[in-house]
């Protein structure tokens, strides 16, 4: 990639989104994100996909405004009424967050695979960066772990659709009122839980600093049925992937099995909002999210100053706070 000379695009690559500055009071958030289907319903799988595009915003603390499809679509095999599925479960999830899609772009593809590319607006000042937890912050997570877990196995037929529409409520809950709870609070950083699991995304907040994170396995909350499903072998290549990535920079307590280290690495689609936040502010934020609708409030971790330099990124004990 080549170098960024233009000073008006403040940050981009080491982001969830990009940012460009209009004006000294103005901001334009940025991102793209396209998935292919984790459940089998064409409407929900729209608006899942579209719940986790517009989820970059939300994590900078930013109001998205418009956005455009993309999706590419095998038109020779599939029934159109699929695609107007798709499409209609993305705009419906789209209306919900306040957002208009202009129009977008489709390609013919040989599997269905859609997302948004979405834009939104923010005060620069106000911008929420995924580095800038300091000492003594507590990390909050919104939504539950386990979604590639359990939707690798609806994918192996293990699972029946009240499974499927459980974890459609979790994938299509909007981050919207976890995004407006940190910026009425005030926060140090923030990101969203997707593709690299919990503990790639909080080692990409931790990276290059001279911070640690202790995390609760206990307070970590999990959606039912997806640790059993872990323990039998039902874990995504994505978690694997994720757990050779972390490992180095990880230590694990004691008593921590196979199946909740994987829990930990495991892909998430839309997940939730991880968030630092000083501690003085901790209960404040707590109750902001519980008023705005979080699936879940957890305080799953603190940060801390770093003894030496060789010590763990990350830390997972097996007890409580």
């Known amino acids: ?22 004006s000294p009071s103005l901001a334009m958030v940025q991102t793209l994100d396209f998935i292919t289907p984790v459940v089998n319903d064409p409407y929900a799988f729209g608006a899942i996909a579209a719940a986790n595009a517009i989820s970059d915003i939300y994590a900078m603390g930013a ?10 679509f095998p038109v020779k095999t599939l029934p159109l ?25 489709s390609v013919d593809e040989s599997a269905p695979k859609y997302g948004l590319s979405v834009t939104g607006m923010i005060e620069p000042a106000r911008i929420v960066h995924r580095k800038g937890a300091q000492d003594s ?5 919104t939504k539950p772990l386990g979604i590639g877990i359990l939707t ?33 609070t005030g926060v140090h950083a923030c990101t969203d839980v997707t593709g690299f699991g919990l503990l790639g995304h909080l080692y990409e907040m931790l990276s290059g600093s001279d911070i640690t994170a202790q995390l609760f396995l206990k307070e970590i909350p999990m959606i039912q049925h997806a640790k059993e499903f872990a323990e039998k072998g039902t874990i995504p290549a994505g978690a694997h992937n994720n757990y050779r990535y972390v490992r180095e920079f990880v230590a694990w307590s004691d008593g921590i099995n196979e199946a909740e280290k994987m829990l930990l690495c495991d892909p998430q689609t839309s997940g939730g909002l991880l968030i630092a936040v000083s501690g003085d502010k901790a209960d ?22 770093k003894e030496n330099k060789e010590s763990s990124a990350i830390e997972v004990c097996t007890g409580s706070k």
């Open 1 to 22: 990639m080549p170098a960024i000379t233009d000073p008006n695009l403040i940050s981009g690559r080491k982001e969830d989104a990009a940012i460009y500055q209009i």
């Open 63 to 72: 109001k998205p405004v418009f956005a455009l499809n993309i999706i590419g």
């Open 81 to 105: 009424s699929i695609l107007e599925e798709i499409l209609k479960g993305g705009a419906d999830k789209a209306t919900e967050a306040g957002v208009s899609i202009a129009g977008g772009h």
């Open 137 to 141: 912050d507590v990390l909050f997570l």
């Open 152 to 184: 690798t196995a609806i994918d192996r037929g293990l699972v029946g659709g009240d499974m499927e529409n459980h974890l459609y409520s979790i994938m299509a809950h909007l981050n919207k009122g976890a995004s407006e709870a940190m910026q009425e």
């Open 284 to 305: 404040e934020l707590k109750k902001r999210l519980q008023k705005s609708g979080c699936l879940v409030a957890a305080e799953i971790g603190i940060v801390k100053k």
